[in-house]
């Protein structure tokens, strides 16, 4: 008992030693190389190993393999990768993306993201191993393989260090305002502006049928209405002409041709689309009309 | 539940209808087989439960014996080393392209039973190399005259899934030329002239296949599945398609719901539309599965 409480205090002692030395910075890190000064160099045993490398978005695949065109899709930064090894030269390596915007940082996130957690920055993910969260313009990823219980809690430290010192939070990004709240699935709302992310449920096309592209905002989400789960996609255009065009070849490619808001596809499911000046908001997959004219109805203007 | 012995090469020959086909990529006059139907692929799925050790690390033993039970049954010879004459001469010079990413690599065990049975075929030890971000400075690959590619099967934040036909990308000098469009067009590398027409086997390893990302490093435990299974055949395309509806089943079973990948992986089709490597239409290839069939998903 009383070295479980011991363990306790010097685990206190030890975090509190992080946040100060992360809270010691004197303003808001500007850049994604401040927060090395502000990282411990050492905590639990684990002793940070230099230099750390800056990736820029021309030479991010080199380190991400494979995944780097997600980070460039959301218009990256730059990011900070260090390390932290033990005696028997495990490693955990810490991550710090800047995306330039928070509504890019937060896009990132919900990319992956299966549940709704905010115990880090402004929503967090933890998974075997791997804690991820976002706040303000970062994205931050935080990697112990293979878990253990002492690795985790050095995990959780860091995360709560860096959060600390990120000391903005960043706005969402504002057409997921438009989401009507009432049966949504907030941990599947996704943010993008690239058109390859339009597929991230359900599947519509192979092709960019709604020009979805830098300067078209879109969001994306998942609701549940009796038991049956549909979809909803908002994209905001510079303008009412664009959106109109956006509308016409996604009824083109997609619904066949036709000009009606609602449609029957082949797999028996219903679509709709509408134009709202330079919005164009779809319902994907419902198991009935009404469903898609409810919904269509709903979305916030 | 299943027996967990080894399945037998012997055993699965016993009972198999059909064993053999004609492969354009089998040696001229070597092969005894018996043809597919027009326009069909093979793939061979061989499973074995025995394949992962309490670690979950492979054993070598069990690889090489789903290795050459698959082998055996895709080109319709009785033996490893005799299946291994029909593809390989003793005087090639071959390339094993492998998958070296940290989290889920083509594995040790795997290299080294194809390479085995590469030495059995009689070819000269300095004349293999196993090899993936090095291959277009090493001499062995610079003149193979071929190549066994080898690789597991995973989920890619750009690609949809990591596949045989991708395994190539580092056959030129800068890989992100293939991304645009999710990598739609990944399946053109297999025309250049260091890779065009050497493929003499692709082998997708499904002992344990990534099935969803998670993160800038895109692995995460948890989305790893236990699946003991190892894939054979000479068209990619074929293999990949297979491979992409047991990773869809998974993510169905994982999630509880239809949960397409993100993005789609368009490539395996293209593959098969825009560049005739292979078919991916999943009524012209024929599956031949053997061992472990519970939770086989295709």
Known sequence: MIESQCMKCIGIFVMSVVAIALARMPAMPETVSQFNKAL????????????????????LSTYIDGGAELYLSYNFKNALSLKYTDSANNEITVDIFDMGSSYDAFGVFAHTRETIDTAF???????????TFWKDRYYVSILAYPET??????????GRGIASAIRAEGSLPPILALLPEENLMPESVHYFHHYIWLNSFYFVSNENVLDIAGDTPAALAKYRQAGATFFLLLVRYPNGVRAAAAADKFRQKVLGGTSETIVQLKEGRWTGIQVRNDLVCGVFSANNEATVREFLAKIKS | ?????????????????????VSPLLLRGQARTVPLKPGKSRVILVRDLNVLDENGQPRQAVVQEMLDTGITVLTGMSDPQGAWKTIIKSNDIV???????????????????????????GVKEPDISVDDLGVLQNPIFQKATALINARPMRSHHWAGVGTLIKNYIMFIPDPSVMHPDSCADLASLWGLPIIKGKTRLNVLVMFTPQFHSFGPHSFNPKYVWKYYGLMLGFDPVAIDATGLRIIESIRREYFGEERPLNPPAKHIAIADTKYHLGTADPEKIELIKIGYDKGIFV
């Open chain 1, 40 to 59: 411990p160099k050492t905590i639990d045993g684990w002793k940070k190993t230099d230099p750390p490398t800056v990736y820029a978005p021309g030479n």
């Open chain 1, 121 to 131: 920055g402004q929503g967090s993910e933890y998974a075997a191993g791997l804690l």
């Open chain 1, 149 to 158: 219980a002492a690795r985790k809690d050095v995990v959780f430290k860091l």
């Open chain 2, 1 to 21: 539940m299943k027996s967990k012995r080894s399945i037998s090469r012997r055993q699965f020959i016993r009972t198999a209808s059909t064993v053999a086909l």
């Open chain 2, 95 to 121: 390339g094993i392209k492998n998958n070296r990413w940290p989290y889920l690599r083509t594995t040790p065990e795997v290299e080294s039973a194809l390479k085995k049975r590469i030495l059995e075929a």
